[in-house]
């Protein structure tokens, strides 16, 4: 079997396990010697295994392959045997933020796996489940799972408006007496939601000024206006809110829809109670119903949908940030390795990615903690 190079030379261990059997027993069965530096079938000796598993964080598994000079499947073979699809919950002392969020398998087929992280309170992201779907009885059946010791220390759960998650999220709460936790509305996903139906009277409005407006007078009002629109207002250089106005001018209803929006994202980002946002928003809401701006009528209903979920954000200003961040080193895991079928071997490739780093490289995780200014090794760590 593979052991441990030698001064990067391939070693091997020949090994005979012992054979034993009971004359006494009714069958007589045999028995294999049992070892706890070997895995049964397996080509490897464990020490080996864990070599490659240090090999695999941030790489691929054709790359180990090659440096390694061992076959594709016997690479799949030690991830399988080293890392379980299984959280082991006697490793986690709390939970804390539990966020949940999706990630497409397969791009344009509505392939989708659930992907459940935990935020400590140490700040650290641990990777919880890959579920195959994002249906709320794959969830729900997931979150029973999880000990009664460890359902008192989940704070939030963090998402996005998809009702599996909140349901399944809101039913886990209730049934248990023991969870005192908060179900929130990412403020990202809000975000894109009332950004997004400004977006769309913006189109509106440019198709109409290019249609009205000569080539000339449009390019000067409407070209380039894009990022400048999407931008917060506070952003802006003196000159970049003199062509905004320039614009307004010939839109007034962008104007005031604009307004609209700048005002809601300052509520979001003032330090208002839950009961005093409550307030702001509502006050809102009666104003924008009160104008000839339409285009958030759609986003208003959604935000009485998913009233009281949105408004526990100010409670303690919990985000998904931590998700989209780890989503995004899900996308790059999934292109560094041309794609992942199967949701067991994403998690796995999470796994090591987070954990696996962590515990194969401690002293570059404590520099890495030490660069961004925290203390004791413990901290925000993507």
Partial sequence: MRHLPVLNMRTYIKFKPR???CRECEYQPKTTQVVEWYTERSPHTNAYDKWLMKQLVNTTVEDVRMREAIGYDAVLGALDRQIDVKINWSEIDELGTIGIDEIAMTKGRK???AVVTARQKDGQTRVLAVLPDRKKRQLKAFLEQIPVVLRKTIDNFTTDMWEGYLQA??????????????????????????????????????????????KESYDQACKGMLWLLRKNHAALKPDEQQRLRTLFKHSPLLHQAYTFREELTAIFNRPYTKARAEQAITAWCHKVKASSVRCYDRFIKTLQRYWHYILNYFNHRISSGFVEGLNNKLKTIKRRCYGIIKVSTLFRRIWLDLQGRRQQYPEVEKWYNRERGLKNGTGDVR
């Fill in 19 to 21: 054979r034993g059997q």
């Fill in 111 to 113: 392939n989708y796996a």
């Fill in 169 to 214: 999220a809101d039913d886990f709460i209730q049934e248990h007496d023991e969870v005192e936790a908060e179900i929130v509305v990412d403020r990202f996903h809000v975000a894109q939601n009332y950004r997004g139906a400004f977006d769309t009277l913006r189109k509106k409005e440019f198709k109409r000024l290019k249609l009205e407006l000569g």
